[in-house]
């Protein structure tokens, strides 16, 4: 059995779970609506404010499904109490981000500044040279913040660019000059 596949997932209080045909899974909570369909060889059931997710046999397929289904899940029901966010960092000489209504203007060494409109659902907020990405849904979350940082990646002799806040840059030694 799935070790995590099998926990059962608790639905708090003002989150309400309805569970379609075609596995068809919509997540109501305070902050907003994710709707989901997962695998059909999944059974997904609720029942006294607990959601588990069990699968019909052994087999290596519904094995791998068991377990994604059930995180997939957890993350839809997190999401709408909480939320998610990613903070990226930029680092470098005249490297900068600000906010212009729902752009993001980075200021990254080109010779234009890059713009990005925040997607439907997801909010990008500045604070000094911190940049943190919020929404409920985890994956556009973690791709907007991926979007953003591979505007400048982070070069590993000066450590510049934008990254992670929790990421380390692996430093090279530059170059030495040859003594005479």
Do not use: C, W
């Amino acid at each position: 059995m799935s070790r995590i596949g099998k926990m059962p997932i608790a639905v708090p209080a003002g989150v309400t779970v309805d569970i379609a045909e075609n596995n068809t899974v919509t997540v109501k909570g305070p902050k907003g609506t994710l709707v989901r369909t997962f695998p059909a060889e999944m059974k997904i059931s609720q029942e006294e404010g607990k959601i588990e997710i069990s699968r019909p046999n052994d087999l290596k397929k519904e094995k791998s499904l068991h377990g994604l289904t059930r995180s997939l899940l957890n993350n839809m029901v997190h999401g709408v109490t909480e939320g998610f966010e990613k903070k990226l960092e930029v680092n470098g000489v005249g490297y900068r981000a600000a906010k212009q209504g729902k752009k993001l203007v980075l200021t990254l060494g080109y010779s234009h500044p890059v713009e990005m409109e925040d997607p439907e659902g997801l909010e990008t907020v500045v604070e000094g040279q911190i940049i943190t990405v919020k929404g409920i849904d985890k994956e556009r979350v973690g791709q907007l913040a991926a979007e953003i940082r591979d505007k400048r990646r982070p070069e590993p002799y000066k450590g510049k660019g934008i990254k992670y806040t929790d990421e380390k840059i692996r430093r090279k030694v530059g170059k030495t000059g040859k003594k005479a």
